[in-house]
C-alpha cells in the first residue's frame, strides 16, 4: 500500500511541519490587519462546546487554523473539527448539531436540504449564510503498474499523461475502457513511436468516492461542464463502472496504487503531500495544463468575475458558485471553493460572536508566517496557513466578499460581526 500523509485527515496538523516542506510556500499578502480582525484574535467571553465539522476535504486547513485561532485566543471555544464528509456537514448545520457545517457543494445544489422535499419544510437556504472559506483543486490520478516498458515510463517523465475534459468523462461513464484507445493516444503523440501506440493493453478500473463527497461533487460539476452527455448535471452519478465506496482520498488512493489500470481522482492537497504525478488537462482555453497552485488561483480569478454575473454566492444554481472549467491559458480546469454553513440568525450571542470571529480569522491573511505547533501571533490568519495545508490562498476579492457574507449573521436583530465585540 502505497504509504500517505493524509490517509487520515485527523492527523493533519501533526503533518503540518512536513507538508510545509513539500508545497512551496506563496508570498502571503501584505494585508492590513484591521480593527475586525484584531479582535478576531481576542474572544472575550468563555464559550466552549461548540461543534464543528463535515467535509475531509477542509479538514486540514481548519484544524490548522483552529489551532493557531486557539492559540491567539488562550481559549478553546469550538471541539475539534469532525471529519466525515460534505453531506454530513450540510445536514448537521441545519440541525443544529454543527455550529459550523463545511460542504465543497452549496446547500440545495445535490438535493433538497432545506424546504420543500426536505426533513425541514419550515426552513429555506435565505436562513443560512455559506462562506467560501477554502480554495483547491481536483487531481487526476492513475497507475499503469509494473509491466510498463522503460520506454514509455521515459517518455511520461518528461511528457506528462494528458486527457481532454470529454475523454476524461467518456472514462468515467465507460466509454473509454482501455488504456491504449486512440483517443488517449491522439492527446499524447510522445507515446506514439514508429506509428505505434506504447500506451498498454491494460484495462481502465475508474475508482470513485461516495456521492457525498464534496470532492466528488467538485469533479462532477467539471464534467458536466465538458461532457454534459455522460454526465448532464453535476450531481448526476454516472460513475457506471466503479461501485462508489471510498470514503476519502486515502482509500481511493490505495485502491488507484493496488491495482493496475486504475484511475481515480484526489484533492489537490493531498496529491502534492503524496508526491503524485497527476494527469494534466486540456483547459477550456485548449491549452495543456499541470495541476498547480497559481492554476487553481487563476480559475478562482476568472470564475469570481463569473459568478458575479450570476449574482454572486446566492443559493439559486450551481453557476452562482461553480469556477469550474473557466477560460484562461493557464487556468486549471477543475477547482472549486468549499464552504462553511451557518445560520443567519443567532440565537445565543456568545455563540454567535465565536462563530464569525473564527470565520473571518479562517477566510483571511494577515501577511504572517505560519509556526507549527501553533503559537501566539496577530498576524497569521486562515489563510495564511493554506499553503501549508495544500490549499490555494483566496483571492484578495474572494476575502472581501466572505467579509460581507458574515456580516449578514444575526443575533437579537443585529449584525455580530464589527469591531466592538
Do not use: C
Request: charged share 10%.
Amino acid at each position: 500500500m502505497k504509504k500517505t500523509l493524509r490517509g487520515t485527515v485527523g492527523t493533519a496538523v501533526v503533518a503540518a511541519g512536513l507538508l510545509a516542506a513539500m508545497v512551496p510556500a506563496g508570498a502571503a499578502s501584505a494585508f492590513k490587519i484591521d480593527t475586525i480582525m484584531k479582535n478576531d484574535l481576542t474572544l472575550k467571553a468563555s464559550t466552549s462546546g461548540l461543534n464543528m465539522g463535515g467535509s475531509s476535504f477542509d479538514a486540514p486547513l481548519v484544524l490548522a487554523a483552529q489551532a493557531q485561532w486557539n492559540a491567539d485566543n488562550g481559549k478553546t471555544a469550538f471541539n475539534t473539527y469532525a471529519t466525515t464528509k460534505s453531506g454530513t456537514g450540510r445536514a448537521n448545520a441545519i440541525s443544529g448539531a454543527y455550529n459550523i457545517g463545511f460542504s465543497d457543494f452549496p446547500l440545495n445544489i445535490a438535493g433538497a436540504d432545506v424546504g420543500a422535499g426536505s426533513s425541514d419544510a419550515s426552513e429555506t437556504t435565505a436562513n443560512y449564510v455559506q462562506v467560501p472559506v477554502a480554495l483547491g483543486g481536483v487531481a487526476i490520478i492513475y497507475h499503469f503498474g509494473s509491466g510498463v516498458s522503460g520506454t514509455l515510463a521515459g517518455i511520461l517523465k518528461k511528457n506528462p499523461l494528458t486527457l481532454s475534459g470529454k475523454v476524461l468523462g467518456e472514462i468515467f461513464a465507460g466509454k473509454i475502457t482501455n488504456w491504449d484507445d486512440p483517443a488517449i493516444a491522439k492527446l499524447n503523440p510522445a507515446v506514439v513511436v514508429k506509428k505505434v501506440d506504447l500506451l498498454p493493453n491494460l484495462a481502465i478500473a475508474v475508482e470513485s468516492r461516495t456521492s457525498g463527497s464534496g470532492t466528488t461533487f467538485m469533479f462532477q460539476d467539471y464534467l458536466s461542464r465538458v461532457d454534459a452527455t455522460d454526465f448532464p448535471t453535476a450531481s448526476a452519478n454516472a460513475f457506471t463502472k466503479a461501485a462508489a465506496t471510498f470514503g476519502n482520498s486515502g482509500l481511493l488512493d490505495a485502491a488507484v496504487h493496488s491495482t493496475n489500470g486504475a484511475i481515480g481522482y484526489v484533492e489537490y492537497g493531498y496529491a502534492v503531500a503524496n508526491g503524485e504525478t497527476p494527469i494534466s488537462l486540456v483547459n477550456a482555453s485548449g491549452k495543456t495544463v499541470t495541476l498547480t497552485e497559481a492554476g487553481i488561483v487563476e480559475a478562482a480569478t476568472v470564475g469570481l468575475t463569473t459568478i458575479a454575473k450570476h449574482g454572486g454566492f446566492n443559493t439559486t444554481s450551481i453557476n452562482n458558485f461553480s469556477i469550474n472549467n473557466q477560460v484562461g491559458a493557464t487556468v486549471y480546469p477543475i477547482a472549486g471553493f468549499s464552504y462553511a454553513i451557518v445560520k443567519k440568525n443567532q440565537t445565543d450571542a456568545n455563540t454567535a460572536i465565536a462563530i464569525v470571529k473564527f470565520l473571518d480569522f479562517l477566510s483571511h491573511q494577515g501577511g504572517g508566517t505560519p509556526a507549527f505547533p501553533a503559537t501566539k501571533s496577530s498576524s497569521v490568519f486562515g489563510q495564511d496557513l493554506a499553503d501549508s495545508q495544500g490549499f490555494a490562498p483566496l483571492p484578495a476579492s474572494m476575502q472581501t466578499i466572505a467579509r460581507t457574507l458574515i456580516s449578514s449573521v444575526t443575533s437579537g436583530g443585529k449584525a455580530v460581526l464589527s469591531a466592538t465585540n
